[in-house]
């Protein structure tokens, strides 16, 4: 199972980015698929998740600016990023789990996770 997270950059406070996170060895319709990030002397913190029945959720910090989205066709999940502050700079990781919803919020439970992607948004 490999997990590739692409789209990262260096952008501007207030411009948007795409994630993407490519997927061999499963199916996301199979997963609930999150993305989680890491600033530099940070622990990881939860960004946004989204199950294999397409429920969704998000970080209070994030939600109304970013959203999670996913092609089952192109076996790809999707992180939109909008309106990006200095804040949102970190590393990007998507993780896959097969945990209840309730517990899809937590790091500990997921399997497999993406090598991470670097997001920079200067102010």
């Known amino acids: 199972v490999q997990l590739q997270a692409s789209g990262g950059g260096l952008v501007q406070t207030g411009t948007s980015l795409r994630l993407s996170c490519a997927a061999s060895?499963?199916?996301?319709?199979?997963?609930?698929t999150a993305w989680f990030r890491r600033a530099p002397g940070k622990e990881h913190e939860f960004v946004s998740v989204?199950?294999?029945?397409?429920?969704?959720a998000y970080s209070d910090s994030v939600k109304g600016r970013f959203a999670i989205s996913r092609d089952n066709a192109k076996n790809t999940v999707f992180l939109q990023m909008n309106s990006l502050k200095p804040d949102d700079s970190a590393d990007y990781y998507c993780?896959?789990?097969?945990?209840?919803?309730?517990?899809?919020?937590?790091?500990?439970?997921?399997?497999?996770w993406g090598q991470g992607t670097q997001v920079t948004v200067s102010s």
């Open positions: 993780a896959v789990t097969k945990t209840i919803w309730g517990r899809a919020r937590s790091e500990s439970e997921y399997l497999y």
């Open positions: 060895g499963l199916s996301f319709r199979r997963y609930t």
């Open positions: 989204i199950s294999w029945t397409g429920d969704t």
